[in-house]
């Protein structure tokens, strides 16, 4: 099984910064199109940010120019950059392969979600 750990949310005011991280056990970011979701209070999950094994990138539009996700596969960890926070950014942040299955090296996986880590924003 590939373990995502995700960590660096918390209460900030608006217009602050967060870094977020996700610590993978495997080389999950060779393999898998990844992807921060955010589910919002009484919403959905929704992702917010996403990057390829090629390394390009995709953001939801209320995101753009304050959100870079990125990937470093010798530390399998990928990061969300979030600055000009917004109280509409407020929610659960899970990373996550961006489709039903994650793979490493050498199999496939069932994805499954983690704890994720909260961020709020306050006006």
């Known amino acids: 099984q590939v373990q995502l750990v995700e960590s660096g949310g918390g209460l900030v005011q608006a217009g602050e910064s967060l870094r977020l991280s996700c610590a993978a056990s495997r080389n999950t970011f060779i393999y898998n199109a990844m992807g921060w979701y955010r589910q919002a209070p009484g919403k959905q999950r929704e992702v917010v940010a996403s990057?390829?094994?090629?390394?390009?990138?995709i953001y939801v539009d209320s995101v753009k120019g304050r959100f870079t996700i990125s990937t470093d596969s010798a530390k399998n960890t990928m990061y969300l950059q979030m600055n000009s926070l917004k109280p509409e950014d407020t929610g659960v942040y899970y990373c996550n392969c961006l489709t039903g299955i994650l793979r490493d090296s050498s199999s496939y996986y069932s994805r499954s979600w983690g704890q994720g880590t909260q961020v709020t924003v306050s006006s």
């Open positions: 990057i390829t094994t090629d390394g390009s990138t």
